[in-house]
């Protein structure tokens, strides 16, 4: 395979740059696996006397270990977008949920995992966050990829402690495989060894003949976005200037972009143009009026562009015939086809424009138009910040890592050690001592029954036994006062641990120290979420610029229910009054401070009981009550909480049928009442009319009158009635 061209003068700088740099940081990364080697639990023991000759110790006690795994946090802290403009509020919904699902997709449970136990033995380590491009579905290309950075494996400019925003550059030491480099970059390093083994691990001293150690050095070019420049050895594998920039393969002869597709060439090719193509500068040869496989411009659809062919295995440029590409960076995109938005806005394609020669005419003399179309220009958006984002523990002055909590108790570990090695000498020299005199003999085997021979009285008389036992108290007493120094000096105590606390009279008493242990430990997780609030940024960022394609998101409403979005990056797209687009990125990121509470099911269970037995939800007796209370817990995931809403929920359903039989039967004996009531009334007026005629017959005529106007009057009061009690009936439903 053959290698690319190396910039030999460039690699020069980068290497020389390389081990100046790590000789300035060659003090901090020998202390790394020293660090390391106290986690693991080191036998070795530091003379603390002159001329002490025990070096090791047969039995470890480590406190580094414990007071690491005591401090560690497996909560992933979770993303708060905040918009800076009202109008942007629905974005920074679109934001967070997304955030949301990368943590999901990606593997941060064992990211969080590394980070927690290397942070605070080293001082800190970092994240790296890179685009994907070969992780590609049916419907989209590329992905986010986040991964961590042990301290040894970053190489800071020497001098810059800030951040790593401030420096000039940083150098990362990567361990890949031979194969790995062949396929991403095309380079064959098969010859080229391992030159840094050190960098997979603490144990990683020995050389791999399948791995070599890739360098990548991130750097701010002049115009202020990040250049990338790596190398194995020798060999150059890439030199971008601007590597965060978009780039498209254009033709090396007319600038072209080169097409996605490629048709075979069927016939020969003639003076460098295959059939269908106009030599470069023919008048009207434009993308509108190339002709696409045959057919005439007036047959092909608007915005439709020409299709390249493959001559050999090159492919050849429909313009020009040429079939040499290059890489080119891009500033805009062009839109050729209208984009919809998710807000149902449109970003406009291509116009057709009519452009005049300025030196060709037609027969009238007229200057010869060309209709062609100019696209919409959109910029294509750059994060332009560095890839490398940097967790400390305790932040330190003039240090580029935090302080580390093994170098504060490596005194105590290395005290421990040689009093348990002292305790172990004194038991196992103590025992059980006989003395005999010379000319007396004692068999030594298993048996119960010794046989000794004195030989005479008084030789048995100098038999005796002694019983010697070494004290061990004050050892004790002082191993005990060490490990409470190296706890003291971290800031754990017996309540944090979860340990039998003498000092804590009542449960109010434990939760108190727990308590200010944990306001001890509050700066590591302020710079823990300060870390994952600039990761959040640099993922959004990314996504926004090389996610073409719109991504699926899914959150839950507030019942609980799943809903479905896309993530959009044209969303963030906005045209001032000039009609210039500029990219919406101004979001302010940090983390959920609620979130610990919210991943703690139990806790979160807990609270919402309290909150229906307080009332919080409503009267606790009332079926909307309850299905909110378990609607809530649903959310919470508990056991059964949605079979007991539905349950609920079909219960108030028979209920209010219930309710409204009720109502209807209860209207049917109000006609009732009311029929009976105008019978009542009609057989009443009747009587009243013959007794105002003086007791003669009333004619039939009068008699219905009477008798209608009694029941219109009747239905007149039912109705009123009924209006009445509709309202009533409403609200008990």
């Known amino acids: 395979m053959p290698r690319k061209k190396t910039d030999k003068q460039k690699l020069r700088i980068w290497q020389e740059r390389l081990q100046r740099n790590m000789a300035a940081y060659e003090a901090e990364e020998g202390r790394m696996d020293d660090r390391e080697t106290l986690y693991k639990g080191s036998m070795q023991i530091l003379p603390i006397v002159q001329g002490e000759r025990k070096r090791e110790t047969p039995h470890v006690r480590n406190i580094c270990a414990e007071l690491i795994e005591a401090q560690t946090d497996s909560n992933i802290p979770q993303p708060k977008v905040t918009p800076r403009r009202k109008q942007d509020e629905w974005r920074a919904k679109i934001i967070e949920d997304m955030l949301r699902n990368e943590l999901d997709r990606q593997p941060f449970e064992q990211l969080n995992d590394m980070m927690e136990r290397t942070v605070p033995i080293q001082g800190g380590a970092a994240f790296l966050v890179e685009w994907d491009n070969t992780r590609r579905s049916h419907t989209s290309v590329g992905e986010l990829a986040v991964s961590t950075l042990h301290p040894k494996q970053i190489v800071p400019q020497d001098g810059v402690y800030t951040g790593i925003e401030d420096m ?79 780039r498209l393969r254009r033709c090396a002869k007319c600038g072209a ?50 299709t390249a062919t493959i001559r050999g295995n090159r492919k050849v440029c429909p313009y020009c015939g040429a079939s040499q590409w290059e890489e080119s960076t891009e500033e805009f995109e062009e839109v050729y086809f209208p984009i919809t938005r998710s807000d149902g806005s449109t970003i406009p394609g291509a116009t057709r424009m009519a452009v005049p020669s300025e030196t060709e005419v037609d027969e009238l003399g007229l200057p010869v138009v060309t209709v062609v179309e100019e696209p919409t220009r959109i910029p294509f958006y750059k994060p332009d910040i560095y890839p490398v984002i940097l967790q400390r523990n305790v932040s330190v002055y003039g240090k580029f890592l935090g302080d580390s909590d093994i170098d504060k108790i490596a005194d105590q570990q290395n005290t421990t050690n040689r009093i348990e090695a002292k305790i172990i000498d004194k038991l196992l020299k103590s025992g059980s001592y006989i ?149 919406i990125d101004d979001f302010l990121f940090s983390c959920d401070t609620s979130a610990p509470l919210a991943s703690n099911r139990e806790a979160m269970w807990q609270e919402t009981r309290m909150n229906l037995q307080t009332g919080a939800f409503g009267d606790p007796t009332s079926l909307q009550t309850l299905i909110l209370f378990w ?103």
């Open 257 to 306: 972009v080169e097409p996605l597709e490629a048709n075979p060439a069927q016939d020969a090719a003639i003076n460098g143009l295959l059939p269908g193509m106009e030599p470069a500068g023919t008048p009207g040869a434009s993308v509108l009026e190339a002709d696409l496989e045959g057919q005439n411009q007036n047959e092909r659809e608007p915005g439709q562009r020409p």
């Open 631 to 733: 609607t809530k817990m649903e959310m919470l995931h508990y056991p059964g909480a949605s079979e007991t809403r539905a349950y609920l929920e079909e219960e108030l359903q028979r209920q209010m049928m219930q309710q409204r039989m009720q109502a209807q039967m209860q209207q049917m004996q109000m006609q009732a009442m009311a029929r009976q009531r105008q019978t009542q009334a009609a057989g009443q007026a009747v009587q009243q009319v013959q007794q105002d005629g003086g007791g003669g017959g009333v004619d039939a005529a009068t008699a219905q009158a009477v008798i209608q106007q009694a029941q219109q009057d009747a239905a007149r009061d039912a109705a009123a009635n009924q209006q009445t009690a509709a309202p009533a009936q409403a609200g008990a439903v």
């Open 435 to 583: 003395t005999l005199p010379d000319d007396a003999s004692i068999k030594v085997d298993a048996d119960d029954m010794k046989v000794i021979r004195p030989g005479n009285a008084a030789t048995k008389a100098l038999i005796d036994v002694y019983d010697l036992q070494g004290n061990v108290e004050q050892d004790l007493v002082y191993l005990a006062q060490v490990y409470e120094e190296a706890r003291q000096v971290i800031g754990i105590t017996d309540s944090f641990q979860g340990r039998t606390d003498s000092t804590a009279t009542s449960g109010k008493a434990k939760e108190f120290a727990a308590a200010q242990s944990a306001g001890r430990l509050e700066s590591k997780r302020v710079m823990k979420d300060f870390t994952y609030s600039q990761l959040f940024e640099a993922m959004f960022k990314f996504k926004l610029a090389y996610a073409d394609e719109p991504r699926p998101v899914v959150s839950s409403n507030i019942r609980g229910e799943p809903e479905y979005k896309e993530f959009n990056r044209y969303d963030f797209l906005e045209q001032d009054e000039a009609g210039d687009w500029h990219w």
């Open 168 to 246: 000039d550059y940083i150098i990362l030491k990567i361990p890949q495989t031979k194969e790995y480099i062949r396929r991403k970059y095309g380079v064959d390093v098969s010859d080229e060894t391992e030159q840094e083994p050190d960098v997979k691990g603490s144990d990683g001293d020995t050389t791999a003949d399948d791995m070599v150690t890739q360098y990548i050095a991130y750097y701010r070019n002049d115009e202020g976005g990040i250049g990338l420049y790596s190398w194995v050895n020798d060999t150059q594998l890439e030199d971008l200037e601007d590597y965060q920039a978009r």
